[in-house]
Every structure is written in structure tokens, then in C-alpha cells.
């Protein structure tokens, strides 16, 4: 599938632990690109400098639930199946108390899922059998701008 153009919101939650410039978290989101998903996964950053500002980088690695039920009709089936997520970029940390902070980052993410869709024919002795199947794999990729808050 071809990508398009435009602006998708995404909301994330991130909560974990830091030990000196490392932060390491288990986050979950809602990212509204094309096709609706459910990203779960690690969240690893690294600050750069041990001040209220600092410049950081950060890689997070997952599995994206393709947010679609699966549907069933007569004469069609189509299946959703989840796969990876990750996400890579660089940001600054701009603090303003001691340990909170205002995060702003930039990056590129990608994910992946699969759809098949089962036909059915109803000439088969008077029930439905399968007259085939398609399957699709998604690869969206994109480049993304967050802006976060940091307790």
C-alpha cells in the first residue's frame, strides 16, 4: 500500500523508571494514522547532559494492534493481524521543576500489519465454500514531531 500525505494525532503514555542519564518504560498509545492502532512497547532514552536541559535520544520497539474487529459476511472474511512498531528520534528536555520537564522530540516511525480477506461461492452443494483469498501487508512509516510532558 502506498503511504499519503497529511497530519495523524497520536497519543502515547510512557512510565518507567530513571537511573542517572537512562530512562527505561513500558508505553502504550493511540496512534490515528490511516488504519487505527494500538502500539504497546519498551520506551529506552539516553540524556545527553545531567541538567534541566538536555538534548536526548530515544528508540521505543513494540507491537502495533491493528485496531480493526475482524468482520465476517456471507460471502467474505477479513482478518487483521498485529505486528512491529518502532519508533527512533532525538529531542530536548527543557525542565522546569527538578525532575519534570517539557519534551520535545522528533523522529521516524513504523509499523506493520496485515489483512486477509477470504471470499466465499455458494454453489458448492448448497453451502458456502472458499473461492480464494488476498492478503495485504501494510508498511507505514512516517516521520513525526511530539511534544510531552515528563514527571
Known sequence: MQGEAGAYFQFQTINGLRYKSWFAGLGVGLD???V???PVFLDLRKYI???????????DVG???ADKNN???MWQRIEYSNGLYYDVGVGVKIGFMKKAG???SGGYSF?????????RQLDCNFFPCNAGSQRYRYSLSRLSLKLGVQF
Open 111 to 119: 509499523k506493520k500489519y496485515e489483512r486477509k480477506e477470504s471470499y
Open 49 to 59: 547532559l545531567d541538567r534541566q536541559y538536555s538534548p536526548f535520544v530515544y528508540a
Open 36 to 38: 487505527d492502532g494500538l
Open 102 to 104: 517539557l519534551l520535545l
Open 63 to 65: 507491537i502495533h494492534f
Open 32 to 34: 490515528l494514522y490511516p
Open 71 to 73: 468482520e465476517e459476511t
